[in-house]
């Protein structure tokens, strides 16, 4: 069975060349980091670079995160205006799911699940602006903000009558943050509160095509939003568009993880790319002879020969 997949919204991870990985391994859509609609109307110059979309990638949607609705509705129409002929996004994608502090108190993220009456006005006045492009509003939620107030369901019905026509859903609470499991339960209650032609997108801890394909037959949704197991583990974007599990061989890991910091080093420059890239690295090596050892020499390393050099070091290593 071949499933439809996207790659989960990660900040400081799904960055252009990323998403140009999981592109080429067959992911059918991805979203950008999480930009802040606030930093788009201050003319942020980093935030601009977080917009940029590649001719090389899957479509793609970025995703915006804030609560004012005046805002949003400017920054989407920004988003969607000063992209490029060919790099214009899919979608906007509207983030009502972060649930980290500093999001959240300021009402952004996952704190508009408490406040629906915010999020509607927030829903509408982006939806003017797609509308007139021409480009769909997507919206990523969670089950809700805490175990008393569950209301993924009613919420997806509201993002649906204001014109959202994709709807992600992470079935933890804000609460739960990133534990204990997600419940299929609430992603099956969003399938069945929203109209058929809105696809449901499946989210959390899907770490294989076959928990791809327990999601989809425990919840009826129409594709899964793989985030944490595709860091180390894009092939798995593989795996949903072949319809069978793959496995990446452990050089095919080590050359991939040296793929992404090379690229990562030609986009943000080799100092700043290669602390990024040392956390992304690790991810790849992860369980692989000698990984604890070459993960610390990474850290140390301050240039692209260096990483090289140390990852060429585990290849061999692997051969004898
Ligand atoms: C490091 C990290 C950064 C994240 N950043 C975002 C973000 O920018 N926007 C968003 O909507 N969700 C964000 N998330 C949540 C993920 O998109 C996803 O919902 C969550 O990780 C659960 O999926 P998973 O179990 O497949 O990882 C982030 C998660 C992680 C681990």
Redesign the pocket.
Known sequence: MKIYSSL???????DMPFRVICSELGVSHT?S??ISAAAICYKDKKTAELCRISEREAPCAL?L?GHDPAQMAYAAEELICKAEEGKKPVAI?I?M??PVKKIVTSGD?SALMKTPEVAEAVVRAVYKVTERYNVPLWV?I?AGWNSGSINASEFAKMLADCGTSLI?V?G?TREQM?MPS?DNGVIRSVREAVPEKIPVIG?????SYADAVRMINETGCDGV??????LGDPWIFRSMAEGTEYQASVEERINMALRLTRDVVSLKGELCGIREARGRAAHFIRGIRGSAVVREKLNRAVSLSEFSEILSTLKEQQEL
């Open positions: 989960a919204p990660m900040a400081g991870f799904t979203v980091e999480m995703q995160f994608d983030n799911g972060c993220g990523k969670r992600t992470h933890r990133y997600s989210n959390g801890d899907v770490c939003a793989v985030g944490r197991a595709a």
